[in-house]
């Protein structure tokens, strides 16, 4: 094992603190800008957990394609900030349902990853974690919220959730490319559906 493989396994539970963090953060955030920079860090971790099993330079190439989906939701949102203000105004009790909701998920997830790792040798417990807190949380982020956004936000964070399984058992270049596309392609559905009501408007 080479020192740099040993400065990322130093790196890997704290990615997984972060994944943590930055999910709950989007989760129960009330301000846009603030849940477009936690998906940015958000990509952060999963570059450390993903170049435990791909070469740095893809673990980067996924990175950099996660900082190019919000950025392309940020100029959106940015556009068309509207649609964000429309949802805070039936925000009462929302933030601390939400933040209830995350706090059991982590419990959940934490309890059954090193079981499912377990199941899977090639996945790391530190990846497994990691992948199921994107992945829960994500899922329920898409369970409280229509808001496109939001929407998009949480299903870039189950497939990043996804993504850090997939490289464990895959190290295919084309893959990789793909996945970034799929990204990609969500950013760009979701500033779509941001910059539509404005462009009817216009009409």
């Not at 933030?95 to 209830?100: A, D, G, Q, S």
């Not at 229509?146 to 490289?167: C, D, N, S, W």
């Amino acid at each position: 094992m080479t020192l740099g493989d040993l400065s990322l396994l130093s790196l890997a539970w704290p990615a997984v603190g972060l994944l943590t963090l930055t999910s709950v953060v989007m989760l129960v955030g009330r301000n846009w800008r603030w849940c477009i920079a936690a998906l940015a860090v958000q990509y952060v971790g999963v570059f450390a957990l993903v170049a435990l099993s791909w070469p740095v330079e893809m673990a980067v190439a996924k990175m950099i394609a996660g900082w190019m989906a919000g950025a392309v939701l940020g100029v959106a949102t940015i556009t068309a900030p509207e649609s964000w203000r429309e949802e805070e105004r039936s925000w009462p009790s929302g933030r601390v349902f939400r933040l209830l909701a995350a706090i059991l998920g982590g419990l959940v997830v934490f309890s059954l990853a090193p079981r499912t790792a377990a199941l899977v040798p090639s996945v790391r417990l530190e990846q497994m974690t990691g992948a199921l807190v994107l992945m829960g949380m994500g899922l329920l982020h898409l369970g409280l919220t229509a808001q496109p956004l939001r929407v998009v936000m949480g299903l870039l964070t189950v497939i990043a959730g996804f993504e850090i399984l997939y490289a464990a058992v895959e190290t295919s270049t084309l893959v990789a490319g793909l996945l970034a596309g799929v990204n990609l392609g969500l950013a760009l559905a979701g500033a779509y559906l941001l910059i539509s009501p404005t462009m009817e408007a216009a009409k």
